[in-house]
């Protein structure tokens, strides 16, 4: 099983639409968690982290469910810009090594 | 934030050459650099974990001998790749985490540079 899990996708969405993508890790030890946005042939940068408690950034909202196991990003009125690879990423148990997902695909449409 | 560089963005070599890739943190010292390769479509798979002046902890799977990492400096870390061949055609990227020059501020967080596009022919 993978460590980390997502669904590649494709989303295509309609400009202005609500779309959220969900993220499962296996390490139940795993403390931190975060969002990263990759643009084609780009390095991935930084979204925001996730804690427990949830957490909102303008149209963003981060969630972490650590029970089940998972993570949740949801993006309210995307905007054309929206449109990138969502990697889901946390931090492993030693040195502070990342482990990525696959990536989310989000295509954001007129 | 932090800035991290990398040399060059993207390389085209024969099979059988070695490259070097250079890895730079700009504004901060990285006591820690990070090296991942990405194939199409694929995650970020972190192939090793160097510490300035130390040597470099390998993944499993990837060969220390083939992907010779050098991080001599705070500023400073270099992956060869050497007798390339075309399985080994990726996008490598580095990242950094450190302190400030000053030794103030703390970067736990990984900063990445743009990556470089290595085709092997």
């Known amino acids: 099983r993978k460590e980390v899990e997502q669904d590649p996708g494709p989303f295509n969405v309609p400009e202005g639409a609500t779309v959220a993508f969900n993220c499962t890790y296996s390490?139940?030890?795993?403390?931190?968690f975060f969002w990263y946005r990759q643009d084609c042939r780009k390095e991935p940068k930084l979204l925001m982290s996730?804690?427990?408690s949830g957490n909102e950034d303008g149209r963003f909202t981060a969630q972490l469910n650590r029970a089940s196991q998972y993570i949740s990003l949801l993006i309210r009125d995307s905007k054309l810009s929206d449109s990138a690879t969502y990697l889901c990423?946390?931090?492993?148990?030693?040195?502070?090594?990342?482990?990525f997902g696959q990536g989310t695909e989000l295509s954001v449409k007129p | 934030g932090a800035v991290v560089s990398q040399h060059p963005s993207w390389v085209i070599c024969k099979s059988g050459t070695s490259v070097k890739i250079e890895c730079r943190s700009l504004?901060?010292?990285?006591?820690?650099m990070f090296w991942y390769r990405q194939f199409p479509k694929q995650s970020l798979m972190l192939m090793a974990t160097?510490?300035?002046?130390?040597?470099?902890?390998?993944e499993q799977g990837v060969e220390k001998d083939k992907f010779l990492i050098n991080h001599a400096s705070l500023t400073l870390s270099t992956l060869t790749v050497t007798s390339a061949h075309p399985e080994d055609s990726s996008f490598y990227i580095c990242?950094?985490?450190?302190?400030?020059?000053?030794?103030?501020?703390?970067?736990?967080?990984?900063?990445f540079g743009p990556g470089t596009r290595l085709t092997v022919l």
């Open positions: 996730v804690y427990s």
């Open positions: 990423v946390l931090e492993g148990d030693q040195g502070g090594k990342l482990i």
């Open positions: 504004d901060f010292q990285a006591t820690t």
């Open positions: 390490n139940s030890a795993s403390q931190s």
């Open positions: 990242s950094a985490s450190g302190t400030s020059g000053s030794g103030v501020r703390s970067y736990n967080e990984q900063f």
């Open positions: 160097s510490n300035e002046g130390s040597k470099a902890t390998y």
